[in-house]
């Protein structure tokens, strides 16, 4: 799909209330495309609504949902879909986390990307259509103070690649990838992970922040999606997400 292939298309972006969903909704309905964004906060759908006007679908619910993932699936037919919802981790070092917050992100994350990738499977989506999952440059390295943060995360990556090989076994057409950001503290999660990193290592955040240099930021992260779902090109199964665009990870 070219650039102005994605100006009528439909996108699909899940955690569209804030954060990096925010900004590729935003992104993606500059681009021209009708947007549908999922998330459990209505007003903060409904606040961006006013912002993006009639390309704009907030849908108010629950991204884990496997029947509300094949139902907007079938509903919409999106040519792109954005997985980018997640948990905020609960960030405390692992003898201070409970099986119940290491969990957190698995029952999110990981339950969100195993239903939606499996529904895309399954419908199937229309080839030429694009399924990017939000992983974490974390799943490269672990994040030792997020609990089951970057294993979820890991496993969001292999999910995907998984649902790529099966695309292409069936000829399906359908392009599976993922995208690893890298810390960002301009969203309440990457914000979370700074403080307690920060805090780690006694400093104050705003140290912390300083010493990250550019900042990847949810305009930065839209404009990479637009350039995913523009691009059919972008074959690799993961792409670190950097403030100065996407490097494939072999
Ligand atoms: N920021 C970073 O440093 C960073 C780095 C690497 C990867 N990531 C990944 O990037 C993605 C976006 O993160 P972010 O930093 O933008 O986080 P954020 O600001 O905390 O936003 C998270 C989004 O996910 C939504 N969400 C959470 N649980 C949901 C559920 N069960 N159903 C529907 N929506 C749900 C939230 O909306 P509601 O609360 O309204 O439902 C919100 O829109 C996540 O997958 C995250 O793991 C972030």
């Known amino acids: 799909m070219s650039l102005s292939e994605i100006a009528g298309s439909t996108v699909i972006v899940t955690g569209a209330s804030r954060g990096f969903g925010r900004g590729t909704a935003t992104a993606l309905a500059g681009a021209g495309a009708r947007v549908v964004g999922l998330a459990r906060d209505g007003d903060a759908l409904e606040k961006l609504g006013g912002e993006l006007g009639d390309s704009f679908i907030g849908v108010r619910g629950d991204a884990t949902d496997p029947e509300l993932a094949a139902e907007l699936l079938v509903r919409y037919e999106p040519r792109t879909v954005v997985l980018n919802a997640g948990a905020n981790p609960v960030t405390r070092p692992i003898q201070e986390q409970t099986w119940d917050t290491f969990r957190n992100n698995w029952e999110v994350d990981v ?3 195993f239903n939606w990738v499996r529904a895309a499977l399954r419908q199937p989506l229309a080839p030429g259509s694009t399924v990017v999952s939000f992983s974490s440059a974390a799943a490269l390295r672990g994040s030792p103070l997020s609990g089951g943060y970057a294993g979820a995360k890991a496993t969001v990556r292999f999910i995907s690649a998984y649902a790529a090989a099966e695309s292409q076994d069936h000829k399906l057409g359908i392009r599976f990838l ?13 914000a979370n992970g700074a403080a307690a990193y920060a805090a780690a ?12 240099g550019t ?8 404009e990479a999606m637009v350039g995913l779902a523009a691009d059919p090109g972008l074959t690799h199964l ?7 665009g996407l490097k494939p990870v072999q």
Do not use: C, H, N
């Open 111 to 113: 339950q969100q990307v």
């Open 178 to 190: 993922t995208v690893l950001p890298m810390l960002s503290p301009a969203t309440d999660l990457g």
């Open 201 to 212: 290592q006694g400093i104050t955040t705003e140290a912390f922040v300083r010493g990250m």
């Open 215 to 222: 900042i990847l930021t949810p305009e930065k992260v839209g």
């Open 238 to 244: 993961a792409y670190l997400l950097m403030p100065d």
